[in-house]
């Protein structure tokens, strides 16, 4: 009988790395596809990054993703970057294609997939909470997908600005920045409202925006980025008033689903993935 030790080999480079369960719902798509495939969560510092890239190449690693601090200082030590990575100018999945470690952003991408389940985005008129970096991504991939119009309600006016420039320049939508004082109220126009902030996020769970939640009619789609909790004030808000919603995990295990089809090239079923960071109780 002959055997196969050697486990093709993924991952992912962050500091902090403990807090991150992208491990456990990638090991479980592995398992479900039946791939004796390993994702090993590792822990580098900035200084090391380079070294870690390195050694990731020089171990036949297939892909891997980088996480905060790395997503925009791992650009250099790789061979290109996906088209929608570069606009965004960062990146968070990492590939192998023949020998070349491309650069791909798989956070936008996923956040898209999850939205298309509930709603199109073409040609829809967009309210975006925050500037930061899933701020960029989700924009970006959101303006790709056909997303006409963009208003960045963001608190600060630089990165608020520079989002807008970026998306009037790179993609067919258009975009304004709206200062983000006091009180927001929805534009009656409004289709998507979608939160990039790190508002909600565990441990502040009981953080909202400052947003007037009255205004949001049941036609508007209401998603958020923030996976843990899966449910925020805000989601809950929005159900209150009918509105259709679409939570963070519906990102996070999507842009992982993108992953997993970059590196396998088979499609892992969402579910399964799912399934496994909500046994996590996040
Ligand atoms: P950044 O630090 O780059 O950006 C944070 C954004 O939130 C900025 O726009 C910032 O505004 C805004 N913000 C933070 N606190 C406040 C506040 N009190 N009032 C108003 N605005 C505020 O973070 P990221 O963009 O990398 O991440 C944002 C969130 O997205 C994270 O919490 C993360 O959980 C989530 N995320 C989810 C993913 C998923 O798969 N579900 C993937 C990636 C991220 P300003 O510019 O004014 O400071």
């Not at 390195?54 to 690693?61: D, I, L, P, Q």
Request: with cysteine; glycine share 10%.
């Amino acid at each position: 009988m002959t055997h196969d030790f050697l486990q093709p080999l993924t991952g992912s480079f962050a500091q902090p790395a403990a807090e991150n369960p992208t491990v456990v719902m990638i090991e479980a798509a592995y398992r479900q596809l039946g791939l004796n495939w390993r994702y090993l969560n590792c822990e580098v510092a900035p200084k090391r990054l380079g070294d870690a890239v390195r050694g990731a190449r020089a171990m036949g690693w297939r892909g891997f993703n980088c996480s905060i601090p790395h997503k925009v200082a791992v650009i250099e030590h790789l061979d290109g970057l996906g088209p929608s990575a570069q606009i965004i100018g960062a990146v968070n999945t990492i590939v192998c294609r023949d020998d070349a470690l491309i650069g791909e952003n798989t956070d936008g991408k996923g956040f898209v997939k999850a939205l298309q389940e509930v709603v199109d985005p073409r040609g829809k008129s967009v309210v975006l909470f925050g500037a930061g970096g899933a701020a960029r991504a989700v924009a970006v991939e959101l303006a790709l997908a056909g997303a006409a119009r963009f208003q960045v309600v963001n608190r600060g006016a630089d990165r608020g600005q520079a989002l807008v420039a970026l998306l009037n320049e790179n993609t067919p939508a258009s975009a304004q920045h709206v200062a983000w004082r006091g009180t927001y109220r929805i534009p009656e126009d409004a289709e998507i409202v979608v939160n990039a902030t790190s508002i909600g996020l565990y441990p502040d769970v009981d953080a909202t925006l400052d947003l007037d939640f009255d205004t949001l009619r049941p036609e508007v789609v209401v998603a958020d980025g923030i996976h843990n909790p899966p449910l925020t004030r805000l989601l809950q808000a929005a159900q209150a008033r009918g509105c259709r919603t679409v939570d963070g995990l519906g990102m996070l295990v999507n842009q992982g689903v993108i992953g997993v089809e970059y590196w396998t090239g088979l499609s892992p079923d969402p579910q399964v993935m799912r399934d496994a960071l909500l046994a996590l109780k996040l």
